[in-house]
Structures are given as structure tokens and as C-alpha cells.
């Protein structure tokens, strides 16, 4: 942008206007054709920030990034966007403050009263010197700009899905079904963690070893193929970025035998293959004599 050029954001759209002309929609994209909430201006790089879309980059009226909440912005619902002049954009929504390093155009982290705000709802952001100062519906915050709090709180594991044999259940404390053969047995869960979550991974544990049963992962779901009858114990636990693990979510497990698998039945089964093979014997023995009778007449 020159100084014969400016743009414009309205409750109706982002507006270009160039040489003193009255200022026209910017309609290469029907998105920007929203209502706007703020605009800075860093680098060539214009970042429009939008009431309910998120955050669009723009270069030479054309988008070339989109930040929204599918992407991990902490909110789509933008209220102020603040440039310290030291290449980093602050994001202010009504859930939290989004970082974004504008070099580079990525997603830093974000912030939310779990790290300290006095409230996730964001009102203002500015800086004196190395000082950050956000504003929130509660109160004002400041930290330093090069030491951000990480949030130490371990986020809380839930469990989504029990799925055994061709159906699914929503999970409870315990579940008890019959053994179905070649069957893989699967949990699926997840964690409350807004901030950032693919920072999130778990451990789980099927030996009920606390010790050394523990196996660590990035996915949401444990399966266990061929899972024999019997009684189990699944511990599930997570945590992000420095902090601690967080108290294990317990689900029991009890895997029923089919009558087949019972120790009678294959007690039955034993004893039955015994009589078939002394009645086979009493017959071979039998013909065995009765040839040898033949043959003395």
C-alpha cells in the first residue's frame, strides 16, 4: 500500500480506494464481503481480521492465508489485531489471545485463563518496552513478551467410544461383552486442551503396570486386536507442552467366554475326544481278533 492508496473495513466488507477514488469492494474473494473488526498493515502483508471467519492475509488484493479455528486459532471471532513492530501479531477474541510470527505467517500458540488471563474474553492488547498488556473482561494482565507463561494445568482425558465386533457404545466406567472371535477391540478418547491440541499426547496402559505398562502416543485411539476372555484394567492419561500428566481416566474391562471357552466345556470336550479314541481302539482291536479268528478255522 502507497500513500495514494488505503483500505477500508466495514460491518458490510473489506473496501480498496486508490488516488482519492471513493473506495470500492474488495470482490476477488466473497469472503472478505463480511463484517470487518480490524486491519493492519505489516510488511506488504495486509491481515484483515473478521467477526465470525477468522483471519485473512492478503497480498495484492488476493488471499494467500487463512487463519481460522480449524487451523488452531483460538477463535474465529476476532476483536482487535495488535503488531508489536517486532514480528508478531496478537490476536484478540472472545476465547483467548492467538500469537501469530507474520514472518513466517504461522501459528505461535495460544493463551487462555489457563495460563493466566484474568479472562479468556479479550477486550485490548498494547506494549510499553518488553512489557505486553492485554485487557480482558476481568481485569488487565501484563507479562513480558519473551516469557510467556506456558500453561502447566494438565489437560482433562475423556473417553468418546467403545468399539468391539461390528458395533459401538458410549463409554462408561466398565464394559463387560461376550468374546466375539477375530473381533479387535478399540477405545477412542480425547483431551480438553484448547490450546493448541496437537501439542496433546497421551499414555495408556492395558498392563495395569503404573510403573512400566505405560506406552506413549499422539493418537486418540488404542485397539487391541484379538482380545482374549478375561478381566482388564485401561488407564488413559495425557498432558501438553511442560506440563505434568494428568489423573488417569480408569475403564474396566471384562471379556465373557462363550460356553466353548468355559473349563468344563473343554473338559467335556477332553473326555469326549478320549471315548472317541478307545472306542476307535476297541474297534481296530476287535477286527484285529476277529480276522485272526478267521484265519485259525
Known amino acids: 500500500m502507497n500513500d495514494s492508496s488505503y483500505y477500508l473495513g466495514t460491518g458490510s466488507g473489506l473496501f480498496y480506494g486508490k488516488n482519492g477514488d471513493f473506495p470500492i469492494p474488495v470482490q476477488d474473494d466473497p469472503r472478505l464481503s463480511q463484517s470487518i473488526k480490524d486491519l493492519q498493515w505489516i510488511n506488504g502483508y495486509l491481515w484483515v481480521g473478521t467477526s465470525d471467519q477468522g483471519i485473512f492475509v492478503l497480498k495484492d488484493n488476493q488471499v494467500v492465508r487463512h487463519f481460522r479455528t480449524s487451523d488452531h486459532l483460538i477463535s474465529d471471532i476476532c476483536q482487535q489485531l495488535y503488531y508489536d513492530g517486532n514480528g508478531r501479531l496478537y490476536v484478540a477474541t472472545n476465547k483467548g489471545l492467538s500469537i501469530i510470527d507474520t514472518r513466517t505467517r504461522t501459528l505461535l500458540r495460544n493463551l487462555t485463563s489457563n495460563d493466566g488471563l484474568m479472562s479468556d474474553d479479550i477486550r485490548g492488547i498494547s506494549h510499553a518496552g518488553d512489557t505486553l498488556y492485554v485487557a480482558t473482561s476481568n481485569g488487565l494482565c501484563y507479562f513480558s513478551r519473551d516469557h510467556i507463561p506456558v500453561d502447566t494445568i494438565p489437560p482433562t482425558v475423556y473417553l468418546n467410544a467403545i468399539r468391539y465386533g461390528d458395533s459401538s457404545w ?26 493448541l491440541p ?92 476277529g480276522g485272526a479268528a478267521e484265519n485259525r478255522i
Open 170 to 195: 458410549i463409554p462408561g466406567p466398565y464394559f463387560q461383552h461376550l468374546y466375539e472371535r477375530s473381533s479387535t477391540f478399540e477405545v477412542e478418547f480425547g483431551a480438553i486442551a484448547y490450546d
Open 198 to 289: 496437537e501439542m496433546v499426547e497421551y499414555q495408556y496402559n492395558f498392563s495395569n503396570d503404573t510403573t512400566y505398562g505405560w506406552v506413549t502416543t499422539m493418537s486418540n485411539i488404542v485397539p487391541y486386536p484379538k482380545l482374549q476372555p478375561g478381566d482388564y484394567t485401561l488407564l488413559i492419561r495425557a498432558r501438553k507442552y511442560k506440563s505434568g500428566w494428568s489423573k488417569p481416566v480408569v475403564l474396566r474391562i471384562s471379556i465373557l467366554p462363550r460356553w466353548y471357552q468355559e473349563w468344563w466345556a473343554r473338559g467335556v470336550l477332553v473326555l469326549m475326544g478320549l471315548l472317541v479314541i478307545l472306542l476307535i481302539l476297541r474297534y481296530i482291536v476287535g477286527r484285529i481278533r
